[in-house]
């Protein structure tokens, strides 16, 4: 196959660009940066030097392409003028042109968890708008990967660690939070272009662990030398003073703040909507209180299922022993 790569050599697209060549296709990789070349080259991919903001480069690079994989560039933290969902909207609008122009049947567009939120979500929303765009084409079949938070995110508690001791922010300690590593969404896009559609939409989660915060900053202490290493629970309030004293400009520490704020309050939501969970508003906070009784109604509906499989697996266990032992 004939796949074209956005994404320069990232995190994710250098080891998606090295295990489709791999594989025997034919890989050109976008990159803005002429010094990029020769290691685009050494991996065994042609380079396509040019702006993904200019169309007609994407259109001729995009041009006989079996498949495409796009993506959004990583917002500005720094620049108090940038206006991100209008950056989103040219570039998604670019690459919507480029595919429809080019004659493209196949994209898969890096997306993100939460992408189905049209609000609250913060700086998730430039996906859910992204999405959106491309939605709108016709003819081409659209896989949207949805991973969830990245590991190398946790490199931005660096300074906290070395200037208070510890790790922070609006979700940590006991939440059970799903993490991902570039490597393993890489893995998951190399399969999905490869794999031939049998879906016009198609969404795609990817996750490699689950692990409680106290949990990550245990382990991030062991490797580190602080054993004692915290994940502290803070308010939005006292984030956003924290990316504030940053530098950060207000839109996008208020995104990142909103953002970081869904990760728990999307799974309390859905408790809170199954009855699991009861509420009780006492001024601005919202304390939260297990409902017994409708967890008790959950298990008696599980029961059956978990004997079932107990069983299954029993069976399985005996019939390999006896199998081992011929």
Same mark, same amino acid.
Request: net charge negative; with cysteine; glycine share 6%.
């Given at each position: ?94 690459? $919507? ?6 004659? *493209?049947?196949?994209? %898969?567009?890096?997306?993100? !968890?939460? @992408?189905?939120? +049209? ?48 790790? $922070? ?6 939440? *059970?939070?799903?993490? %991902?590593?570039?490597?393993? !969404?890489? @893995?998951?896009? +190399? ?136």
């Amino acid at each position: 196959m004939k796949i074209v790569l956005t994404g320069s050599l990232g995190h994710i697209s250098k080891p998606l660009a090295q295990e489709l060549v791999q594989k025997g296709h034919t890989v050109t990789v976008i990159s803005s940066k002429p010094e990029r070349q020769k290691e685009i080259e050494a991996l065994g991919a042609t380079a396509a030097i040019g702006s993904i903001e200019d169309v007609a480069f994407l259109t001729s690079t995009f041009t006989g392409a079996d498949a495409v994989y796009t993506m959004l560039p990583p917002p500005s933290f720094s620049d108090p003028t940038f206006e991100l969902m209008a950056h989103v909207r040219n570039i998604t609008n670019n690459y $919507a042109q480029a595919i429809k122009q080019a004659g *493209v049947k196949r994209v %898969v567009h890096l997306s993100s !968890i939460g @992408a189905h939120m +049209a609000k609250e979500s913060g700086l998730i929303l430039m996906h859910h708008a992204a999405e959106g765009i491309l939605d709108g084409l016709q003819n081409v079949d659209i896989t949207f990967m949805r991973p969830v938070g990245f590991y190398y995110n946790l490199l931005s508690f660096i300074p906290a660690i070395k200037n208070m001791g510890g790790m $922070a922010s609006n979700y940590g300690a006991e939440d *059970v939070i799903p993490w %991902v590593s570039p490597i393993d !969404i890489a @893995a998951a896009i +190399a399969e999905e272009i490869t794999t031939p559609s049998l879906q016009h939409r198609k969404v795609l989660y990817v996750a490699s662990e689950e692990l409680a915060c106290n949990e990550v900053a245990r382990i991030l202490g062991a490797a580190i030398g602080k054993p004692d290493l915290k994940w502290t629970l803070i308010t939005d309030e006292q984030l956003l003073n924290i990316y504030a004293g940053f530098g950060m400009p207000q839109a996008i520490a208020a995104g990142l703040v909103e953002m970081q704020s869904t990760t728990v309050s999307k799974h309390l939501q859905i408790l809170t909507e199954c009855e699991l969970l009861g509420q009780e508003q006492n001024g601005r906070e919202i304390y939260y209180h297990i409902n017994a009784k409708r967890m008790k109604e959950v298990q008696d509906f599980i029961e059956p299922f978990r004997k079932m499989w107990d069983d299954r697996f029993d069976k399985l266990e005996t019939m390999m022993k006896q199998h081992k032992s011929k």
